[in-house]
C-alpha cells in the first residue's frame, strides 16, 4: 500500500514544493521456510525552494528578461532541497543478517541537502551547479566510508 502527496507553489519569482510517500509491504511466504516476514516500511520526503534572483516570474521554464550577450545577464537563480528516504521494519534486531528474507529489516536511512544556482542565458543554454551533502545511516549510525559524503555537480543543458 502506498499513502503520498505533493505541492507546488508559484508565488513571482519563489517556486516552493515537496512531497511525501510512505508504503507498507506485505512480506507473506517470504521466509526462508516460506514463512509470513513482519511488514517493512519506507518513508521518503523533500522540500525545496528556489528564487530567481533577477525577478523573472516562476513558470514551467524560465525566459530571461534580457539574455546574456544580448544587452542582459540572463536569468540567475539559486536553490535549496532537503530529501530523506528511510526504510525499516518493526521489531528489535533479532540477530538475523541484513537481508530482505530476514525476519528484522535493519533501519536505514538517506538524507540529503542540496544548494546551487541556475544561470538561464537565453530560452536554451542553462548552466547548473550544486553542492550536495549526503547523510547515510544504518541502524541508526553513520555507515562507516559513506556516512557523510559531499559532492559537486555541474551540468550545461542545451535545448532546441
Same mark, same amino acid.
Given at each position: 500500500?502506498?499513502?503520498?502527496?505533493?505541492?507546488?507553489?508559484? =508565488?513571482?519569482?519563489?517556486?516552493?514544493?515537496? #512531497?511525501?510517500?510512505?508504503?507498507?509491504?506485505?512480506?507473506?511466504?517470504?521466509?526462508?521456510?516460506?514463512?509470513?516476514?513482519?511488514?517493512?516500511?519506507?518513508? @521518503?520526503?523533500?522540500?525545496?525552494?528556489?528564487?530567481?534572483? $533577477? @525577478?523573472?516570474?516562476?513558470?514551467?521554464?524560465? #525566459?530571461?528578461?534580457? =539574455?546574456?550577450?544580448?544587452?542582459?545577464?540572463?536569468?540567475?537563480?539559486?536553490?535549496?532541497?532537503?530529501?530523506?528516504?528511510?526504510?525499516?521494519? =518493526?521489531?528489535?534486531?533479532?540477530?538475523?543478517?541484513?537481508? =530482505?528474507?530476514?525476519?528484522?529489516?535493519?533501519?536505514?536511512?538517506?538524507?540529503?541537502?542540496? @544548494?546551487?544556482?541556475?544561470?538561464?542565458?537565453?530560452?536554451?543554454?542553462?548552466?547548473?551547479?550544486?553542492?550536495?551533502?549526503?547523510?547515510? $545511516?544504518?541502524?541508526?549510525?553513520?555507515?562507516?566510508?559513506? @556516512?557523510?559524503?559531499?559532492?559537486? $555537480?555541474?551540468?550545461?543543458?542545451?535545448?532546441?
Amino acid at each position: 500500500r502506498r499513502v503520498g502527496g505533493e505541492f507546488q507553489w508559484r =508565488p513571482g519569482p519563489l517556486q516552493l514544493q515537496g #512531497e511525501y510517500i510512505e508504503t507498507w509491504d506485505q512480506r507473506l511466504g517470504q521466509g526462508i521456510d516460506n514463512q509470513d516476514l513482519p511488514n517493512a516500511y519506507a518513508r @521518503g520526503w523533500y522540500a525545496s525552494g528556489t528564487w530567481l534572483l $533577477t @525577478g523573472e516570474q516562476k513558470r514551467d521554464s524560465v #525566459e530571461p528578461r534580457r =539574455p546574456f550577450l544580448r544587452g542582459g545577464i540572463g536569468a540567475v537563480e539559486i536553490g535549496v532541497r532537503r530529501e530523506r528516504l528511510a526504510a525499516w521494519s =518493526p521489531g528489535v534486531n533479532d540477530g538475523s543478517f541484513s537481508s =530482505p528474507r530476514a525476519p528484522w529489516v535493519m533501519p536505514r536511512a538517506d538524507d540529503v541537502w542540496t @544548494g546551487g544556482v541556475n544561470w538561464y542565458w537565453n530560452d536554451y543554454v542553462k548552466l547548473q551547479a550544486n553542492v550536495i551533502h549526503e547523510r547515510r $545511516t544504518e541502524d541508526g549510525r553513520a555507515i562507516p566510508g559513506q @556516512g557523510d559524503l559531499w559532492s559537486q $555537480t555541474f551540468r550545461v543543458q542545451l535545448g532546441f
